[in-house]
Every structure is written in structure tokens, then in C-alpha cells.
């Protein structure tokens, strides 16, 4: 007799010769639990990865794109929030697979990127006079070539984890470095522009950790705090203790960083008491962007403006005056014949200025031949002569040249599209116990030119760029903050001069000196130290960001290795017709099975 189970009572028995009906199938939940149970998740990990783009990209200079345009809260404080971004990223995908991992990434960098980016349709819109969907296109377009990149971070660390149980805190900082690091050469030649590494710029204790590890030990510090914090608070959260190891080395790392950085900036205010100085004039000449764009229409007004702008840099007793990018209103060839008679030479003054010019060069001698275009600086002598030029190595995607193949088929529809060259790296020109090397426009944000520079001699870094086409926006403010960077990784001073703003002089510390307003007329003057001391980082370069790159493919490799072990280890599933009779499992589990 088989006893019953008193909830069973309501069961009839089925009739001779039926089947007996199956149990009547528990009540659904109502339709809003259910969709509760579903959507809950996914709020969660939404707010977590909001969160983490907003404290990322707040955590960049930015500015509302309203006049005047100025940075918004204290920029030492807002770095911090590097320090939570990636944390709450981690968080949100602790507990997903590779694949998920990847695209709350790509949420996470889109959200972050459509952010600090939010300045790409100005240029399209207001100085190329599109209409407002292409600037938007052009917009969503930047962080749809950005994003995947990023994204490709979180999707390496959980695929590391999971494949070879490898430490969290060892495994997020050397991949999220790695990615950062190829955000410098792809895509289209690199664009690490919002790297989290750049969020410490305002943080002059921190930033000083530069001159030992460059940009990407700055990510791999600030990443691995991240990690630390998010370690600890799930261990605390399952009732696990305090992961005290990890806390201790990461702790110990800050406390150095500090240390370190605090040292450093007194070490460099005592050096530069004693170091040799160039008084330096910056000439910010204001130039309206359409009129810039019909330079030669506009010789007489552009050239009677700077002359003006120089006699007045000039009387401030400067010995090198810097003009900002593309000032020169012609084509340069080889010579400044078109300043000769206007009052820019003084012999008796010797005074030499670094000017920005477009340099045009024709392939071959016959007068047939294509012309080509360097963007460039010339330093030019106190009789106008030209005693050093540099070409820019790193040219704009499309401002400057048209990606492959899309500059081919340009080149067919519109003559003369692509004609922009790139340069190479040269040596520094001197100038008054100078040696002085430039910058052209974004090539800042690349750490590979200044320090070859540096390598090469050089103690004064100039950058000319063109900042104009962003307009009251995030994008000068994010610009300028790339050469504290450049300027602590290197222990240079960096003169910057902006057609429209922001021209400032930046020590070898990092610290941004008289900044100029945006779309003013200004004259500036300082005299700059000029250091001779290499810094850890000149000498190494980016060892660390190399050294993850190769970590990372080594563990991926690693993991790849496991996994296929693994999977083959797993017994063949009988095919259809097979029968299993137990004869290959091992003979513990067949013993089993007969006591059973």
C-alpha cells in the first residue's frame, strides 16, 4: 500500500484503462512579479553602469558648451571619481560571463565616450556648416569607433578570470592598460583622448607618478585601486574577511604615490631656483576660423594683426616668440620672403620665432608634379631666416588625410583632397641655450613624440595648434590638460600657443601657468626654466603599458590552453542507436550504482 500524501486528497483516480491526468499545474504568478523578477536585474546593472560612465567622464575636464566656456568643479576632486568609474563597472559584471562582459563595456564606454566627446558636432556644424544631423552623426559616429575599443577591457579580464583563476586584482589593471594602450596606434592611427590614465592631470600629487610610469602607469594605479575596493566590499558583503594583502600592497602603492609626488614637487620648485631661463612671448592672434579658411584672401589683415601682436611680445624683452598653428597666412617655401619689409625681422633685437606655417613641397623637380603639404613649424632667425622646421608626424583622420581606401576614392571626386604629408622626428633647433622642439596641434596627446624629442636633446617643447574649431566647449580645457601629462612625464616645460585660447606655459610639474581666455587677443610672457634631467619614464618609456599588452596576451593564451584541456577531457555523449552500459565509467562510480 503506497500512503498518500494529504495534499493529494483532490486527485480522483482515473478510469480503467485511461491514464490518469496529470497533477493540475500550480497557479502563474501574476504577470507584474514576473516582469519584476525579469527587469529588477537589469535596472541594477544599468544604474551601475551609468554610474560608472558619469564618474569616468566627470572625472575628465569638462565644460558646458555655453560661453564662456569653464571648467565646472574643482578638478582635484573630480579625478577622484577615476577612482569609482571602473569600480562600478567591475561590480556590474563580477558575476557575468565574458560575452555579457563585453557588452555592458560597450554600454559603459558609449555612455562615457558620448559624454567627453560631447563637443564633436561644433566643428561639423557651426564651422563646417553641416546640418545638425550630420554633427550628430559625426558625434555618435566618434563613440561608435571608440566604444568597442574600450569595451574590449572588461571582456579580456572576465575571460581571463574565469579561464585561469587568476587574481582579479592582478587581472583588471594589466588588461584595462593593454586595451589603453592600443587606443594609442588603433584605430585610425590611435586616439587615446579620455584615457582614465589623462583624469589625474588635476591631481598634481598623483600626476607627478608620470615622471617614473608615464600616462598608462597613472591607468594601471587607478584601475588597481578600483579593483582593490571592489575586492573588499564583496568579500565583506558574502561575510568573507577583509582581503588584507591586496589592501596592504595597494595602500603601501598610495602612500608612495603621494610620498613621491610630494617630493618631487619640492625637489623641482628648489631646481628651478638654480636652472637656466628663456624668456618666452606667446602671441594668441585670434584669428576668426572662416577667415582662416581664406587666408590668402586675408594676407594683408592676418599679417598686420601679428605684426602688431609681435612688436608688443617683443617689448616684453622675450627671446623666442611663439605663433600658433597654420599662422602664417600663405604657403611657406623654404623661406619667409612674404614677412620681408612688415616689421617682423630686428637683427639688433635677436629675437627668433617659432611660427606655424602650412609648408608645401612638389614632388620632383618638373613643374608638373604634384604639390604636397607638411603641416608645420619653422623657427626663424633674427633676419627672418629659417634655422629649424619640424613637419607634424601625426596627421588628423580626415582633416588632414583620408583613411584608406576611403582617400582614394576622395582623391577621384575632389581634386587636391589628401595632399597633407606626414613628417618625421628631428633633431631640436637651438635657440638662445635652448633646444627647442615642436608640437603640432593633437600630437600632444601621444606620449611617443614628446619623449622622442626629449631623447633627442631637447629642453623646450613648444605645441602650436588650433583649438578654434571647438568653440565654447570641453574640448580646449581637455586639450591643454594632455600637456601636464606630456610635461611631468618628461620634466619639460611646454609653451602652448592657440590661435583662439587656451595658450598657457606649463612647467616640468604639470602646473598650467597664465592661461589665456578663449577667443581673445593676448600677448604672454614668462620666463621658462629649461632642465636637462631625464626622467625615469624619457629613459623607459611606456614599459608598463608594453609589459601589460604582453601579460595580457600571455594569460589570454594561457586561459585559450586551459579551456581546450578542459574540453577535451569531457567524455563523448553516447550517439543516437549507442548504448551505454556503464563499461566506461570508472569503477567507483559502477560499484555505486550495483549497492544502489
Not at 569607433?145 to 569595451?151: E, G, K, R, S
Request: with cysteine.
Amino acid at each position: 500500500m503506497i500512503d498518500r500524501d494529504p495534499g493529494d486528497d483532490n486527485s480522483t483516480p482515473a478510469p480503467s484503462g485511461q491514464d490518469p491526468e496529470p497533477p493540475a499545474a500550480a497557479p502563474r504568478p501574476r504577470w507584474s512579479r514576473r516582469a519584476r523578477a525579469a527587469i529588477d536585474p537589469g535596472w541594477r546593472h544599468g544604474l551601475l553602469l551609468l554610474g560608472a560612465a558619469l564618474a569616468s567622464a566627470l572625472a575628465q575636464p569638462l565644460a558646458l558648451p555655453v560661453e564662456p566656456a569653464t571648467e565646472f568643479g574643482p578638478r582635484w576632486l573630480l579625478s577622484l571619481l577615476a577612482f569609482v568609474g571602473p569600480g562600478l563597472l567591475m561590480i556590474a559584471v563580477r558575476d557575468v560571463g565574458p560575452r555579457r562582459a563585453y557588452w555592458y563595456g560597450l554600454l559603459y564606454a558609449a555612455a562615457q565616450f558620448a559624454v567627453v566627446f560631447n563637443w564633436i558636432a561644433i566643428p561639423i556644424v557651426v564651422f563646417g556648416r553641416l546640418p545638425l544631423v550630420v554633427g550628430v552623426a559625426g558625434w555618435l559616429g566618434v563613440v561608435a569607433i571608440l566604444a568597442p575599443i574600450l569595451a574590449l577591457a572588461p571582456w579580456l579580464a572576465r575571460r581571463i578570470e574565469t579561464q585561469t583563476g587568476l587574481h582579479p586584482v592582478l587581472v583588471w589593471p594589466v588588461a584595462w592598460t593593454a586595451v589603453e594602450y592600443l587606443r594609442n596606434y588603433f584605430p585610425l592611427g590611435g586616439f587615446p583622448w579620455g584615457n582614465i590614465g589623462a583624469s589625474q592631470t588635476g591631481n598634481s600629487v598623483v600626476l607627478q607618478l608620470a615622471s617614473l610610469f608615464g600616462g598608462y602607469g597613472l591607468t594601471f594605479l587607478v584601475v588597481t585601486v578600483n579593483a582593490t575596493w571592489v575586492l573588499a566590499l564583496v568579500a565583506r558583503r558574502a561575510g568573507r574577511p577583509w582581503p588584507r594583502l591586496p589592501i596592504a600592497v595597494v595602500a603601501s602603492a598610495l602612500l608612495l604615490t603621494v610620498g613621491y609626488g610630494l617630493w618631487r614637487l619640492h625637489a623641482l620648485d628648489v631646481a628651478q631656483r638654480s636652472a637656466p631661463t628663456l624668456t618666452v612671448a606667446i602671441v594668441q592672434g585670434n584669428i576668426e576660423q572662416g577667415i582662416k579658411n581664406k587666408a590668402e584672401l586675408h594676407a594683408p589683415y592676418i599679417l598686420d594683426k601679428y605684426q602688431k601682436l609681435t612688436a608688443a611680445a617683443r617689448a616684453t624683452g622675450a627671446k623666442l616668440i611663439v605663433w600658433p598653428e597654420s599662422a602664417h597666412p600663405a604657403f611657406f617655401d623654404r623661406s619667409a620672403a612674404t614677412l620681408a619689409g612688415r616689421g617682423f625681422g630686428d637683427p639688433s633685437a635677436d629675437v627668433y620665432t617659432a611660427a606655424g606655417v602650412v609648408f608645401y613641397f612638389r614632388e620632383g623637380a618638373a613643374p608638373g608634379n604634384q604639390v604636397f603639404l607638411h603641416n608645420s613649424v619653422v623657427v626663424l632667425g633674427p633676419e627672418l631666416d629659417v634655422v629649424g622646421r619640424y613637419h607634424k608626424q601625426r596627421l588628423v583622420p580626415f582633416g588632414e588625410y583620408v583613411p584608406w581606401p576611403l582617400g582614394i576614392l576622395l582623391g577621384r571626386l575632389v581634386p587636391g583632397a589628401g595632399q597633407f604629408r606626414p613628417g618625421t622626428l628631428g633633431p631640436p633647433t637651438p635657440v638662445h641655450g635652448a633646444r627647442v622642439a615642436g608640437l603640432i596641434c593633437y600630437e600632444g596627446i601621444f606620449p611617443q613624440f614628446s619623449r622622442g624629442f626629449v631623447r633627442l636633446g631637447a629642453n623646450l617643447l613648444v605645441n602650436v595648434t588650433n583649438d578654434h574649431w571647438y568653440g565654447w566647449s570641453a574640448a580646449p580645457h581637455q586639450h591643454l590638460a594632455f600637456y601636464s601629462l606630456r610635461a611631468v612625464e618628461n620634466g619639460r616645460s611646454i609653451v602652448r600657443a592657440a590661435n583662439a585660447g587656451i595658450s598657457a606655459f606649463i612647467g616640468p610639474d604639470g602646473g598650467v601657468h597664465q592661461p589665456s581666455a578663449l577667443f581673445e587677443d593676448a600677448v604672454l610672457a614668462r620666463d621658462v626654466t629649461l632642465h636637462e634631467a631625464r626622467t625615469l619614464y624619457t629613459i623607459v618609456g611606456d614599459a608598463v603599458a608594453q609589459l601589460s599588452a604582453l601579460a595580457t596576451l600571455f594569460a589570454f593564451g594561457l586561459g585559450w590552453w586551459r579551456a581546450g584541456r578542459l574540453k577535451s577531457r569531457v567524455p563523448k555523449r553516447p550517439q543516437s542507436g549507442e548504448v551505454c552500459d556503464g563499461s566506461e565509467r570508472d569503477p567507483a562510480s559502477r560499484a555505486a550504482d550495483e549497492r544502489g
